[in-house]
């Protein structure tokens, strides 16, 4: 007795392999569309503005390990509130980074730029 099976995206019966889940590929990507999509306008604004620090880091800092000043980054566009993540160093500086692409402030005006090296994949 076989079970009578539907496609996720669009409801259709499917036939074929037991394990098939979708009528086609375009039901597929249709429907993993919109299980990735960003659920929210706050959450793809914040994601943009992720992606929009890091391009300005790593256009700003192409040798790895630069400084520039607080009108530099202004006028990018880069938004000093947004970070993926911190590192504290032992001497108690917090450097702050957008993925691999991290910026010390130094002074008021003034920051130093630098690649984290750990996430560079060595192949």
Known sequence: ????????????????????????????????NKQNKDSTNLMRNINNTLRKNHRIL??????????????????????????????????GKVYHFCYDQGYLQLDDETFALVKRMDFVDPY
């Open 58 to 91: 790593k256009k700003l800092n192409p040798t790895g390990k630069t400084k520039v000043n607080l009108t530099t980054l202004s006028r990018a566009g880069f938004n000093l509130h947004y970070f993926t993540n911190q590192y504290r160093t032992k001497a």
């Open 1 to 32: 007795m076989t079970k009578s099976r539907k496609c996720l995206e669009c409801g259709i019966k499917i036939s074929g392999r037991i394990d098939k889940k979708f009528c086609g590929d375009d039901c597929r990507n249709v429907y993993h």
